[in-house]
């Protein structure tokens, strides 16, 4: 392939994921950062999107992205989310096995924001009415690259996926085991699991890797 028609194509790769992390709600110094474009680049990308975007298209808001995990699991609903989002992530190997000093500078990059992109219209597909953003999604990956502050860990009592403090010495078992008053493990009540998780992403990939409907 001539070096000219390589270019064409990885400029044209870069285009269409600047597009798709608009369309996920992504800053625009998010998209500069994964898609490796200048500002200028950018901006561009942005004019376009809103000429072209639909009504149900989130605008392209300014402002500074979520830095810290910390604020975002205050939230109790997204807190649950995140977790579920962060056992995903796990199964499909976009967590780092070995710890990252600087995730924010070394992890941004096309493949990379590609799959995370992928892992997030999985988990839409599973959790329709789900809040969590591709901006909260890379803070939750860059901790967990990083592993200072968080960790994730499996329930002593249901194996579900825990985001926990990695220094902390409290008992590893998730809010449904600790508060039922039944005995049944909370796997069988539907507590997202990474077993479950693998049989959804079966289903929405299909034996030939087109998604499927879930309904």
């Not at 009415?129 to 968080?150: C, K, S, Y």
Request: charged letters at 30%; hydrophobic letters at 40%; a positive charge.
């Amino acid at each position: 392939m001539p070096i000219s028609d390589d270019r064409y194509l990885q400029d044209l790769r870069r285009y269409n994921l600047a597009l798709t992390l608009l369309r996920l709600a992504a800053r625009p110094n998010t998209v500069q950062a994964w898609t490796g474009f200048s500002r200028q680049r950018v901006r561009q990308v942005i004019r376009h999107y809103r000429k072209h975007r639909s009504s149900s298209d989130p605008r392209c808001d300014r402002g500074p992205s979520p830095k810290r995990l910390a604020k975002l699991m205050n939230d109790p609903t997204l807190r649950s989310e995140l977790t579920a989002m962060a056992g995903l992530c796990r199964l499909l190997h976009l967590i780092p096995e070995e710890r990252v000093s600087n995730a924010r500078a070394s992890l941004p990059d096309v493949d990379t924001a590609e799959r995370l992109c992928h892992a997030l219209r999985i988990y839409r597909r599973m959790v329709p009415h789900g809040r969590v953003t591709f901006e909260q999604l890379i803070v939750l990956v860059f901790a967990l690259a990083e592993g200072n502050d968080w960790a994730l860990e499996r329930c002593v009592s249901c194996r579900a996926v825990l985001l926990i403090d990695p220094l902390s010495i409290a008992r590893r078992i998730c809010s449904d085991c600790r508060d039922a008053s039944i005995d049944r493990p909370c796997a069988a009540r539907g507590h997202a699991t990474e077993e479950t998780v693998r049989a959804k992403e079966d289903e929405l990939l299909g034996a030939e890797g087109m998604q499927q409907s879930l309904f």
